[in-house]
Structure formats: C-alpha cells, structure tokens
C-alpha cells in the first residue's frame, strides 16, 4: 500500500474504490457535480487542503476539468496536486457503453498507469525543489504567446500524456509541482529534439 498524507479528490465511489486497493490515504468523493451544491464538503475539502495538502484525480474529460477547476477555486490556502490520467479511448468494464467523450475515467484505469500520474504530479518526491517555472518560460519555449503556441502545447502535453485541452495556467501549475527549473529545461530541450 502506499502511504499519502494528503486527502485525494475524486469524482464517485468507483474512483474511491479503485484508489482503495492500493492507496491508504482520506480519498473524497465530490459525487460527480454534487460537490458544486454541497457546502459542508466543500468545508471540510477546504480543511484538507489546509492541513496536509489536496490531490485531484479527476476523469480527463470536460466533466472531470469542472470538477477539478471548482475544487480549485474554492480552495484558497493549501498545496495542490493536480493528478493528471491519460486520455485513453474505451469504456469501463461495469458500463454499457463508453463515456459521452468516449474516454476511460479514474476507475477504468490499470493501476500503474495511475501510479505514474502520481509520480508525473510529483506527489511521492519530497526532497526536490520545484517550481520557479514562468509564463516567461513557457513563452521562450513556444507553449504559450506564440503563433503556433496552442499545437506545441499540445504536441507537449502528449510527451507526458497529459489531457490535450490543459490550459497554459494549468500546464504550469503541473510544471511547478513536477519539475525543477532545470528539470523543465531538460524537457523542453527533448521536445525541441522531437520536433526537428
């Protein structure tokens, strides 16, 4: 079992159950689009994230981006993971047939595809000093401010198969909690490479 001493934020039961089986860790479920009603758990999340820290896990669809952007926005103080899956074309196993995007959620996905989402999120590193990576950054690198900004971005999600509709905000608040400032340049150094 690996040992979290943050509180992980996942859309419904079955994401739960699926984390269970291999993470001891406080894992919340925000019911789908409940969570935008539910003032006590908003509370309580709020809380969470105050004391040891949030991770959010949510589906790499539209639903699961909501999701994730109004868990955010409602905690003010506290350090947040953002746990990216992949998008993986197929449905889950219990349904009928596949999600509205046609993507596997949390619940479909294989267990060491989720535990590298957690190290990608740079979750289990903790003597590592992220961060210092700035729009500035991102701008030099051709991510962002740039003619063919958008295509690169996601020509450079798909390197760590990251969902291809991340905003820039969102690429860098992953960055600077995966990457050292040198680590950054090292990747966008092979991504420079790949593209020649």
């Not at 506290?78 to 596949?98: M, S």
């Not at 740079?122 to 063919?148: C, H, P, S, W, Y």
């Not at 509709?165 to 092979?190: D, G, H, R, Y």
Request: hydrophobic residues 35%; positive net charge; without cysteine.
């Amino acid at each position: 079992m690996i040992e979290l001493s943050q509180a992980v934020i996942v859309e419904g039961k079955y994401d739960k159950i699926k984390l269970s089986s291999f993470i001891n860790a406080t894992i919340i479920t925000t019911e789908g689009f409940r969570i935008f009603k539910n003032k006590a758990k908003r509370k309580f999340i709020r809380r969470l994230a105050e004391t040891n820290g949030l991770i959010i896990l949510t589906d790499s669809d539209r639903a699961g981006q909501l999701i994730r952007n109004h868990v955010k926005s409602f905690v003010e103080n506290g350090k947040i993971y953002n746990v990216y899956i992949p998008q993986i074309l197929g449905k889950e196993k219990r349904k009928a047939t596949p999600s509205k995007e046609g993507t596997i959620g949390v619940e479909g996905m294989e267990k060491d595809v989720l535990i590298k989402a957690f190290e990608k999120a740079g979750v289990f590193q903790k003597k590592r000093k992220f961060g210092g990576i700035t729009n500035i950054d991102l701008m030099e690198a051709g991510l962002v401010g740039q003619q063919n900004s958008k295509v690169n971005r996601q020509k450079f999600l798909k390197q760590f198969d990251l969902p291809d509709f991340l905003s820039s905000k969102q690429l860098l608040e992953f960055l600077n909690t995966s990457f050292t400032k040198k680590e950054f340049e090292e990747q966008i150094e092979i991504f420079r490479q790949r593209r020649k």
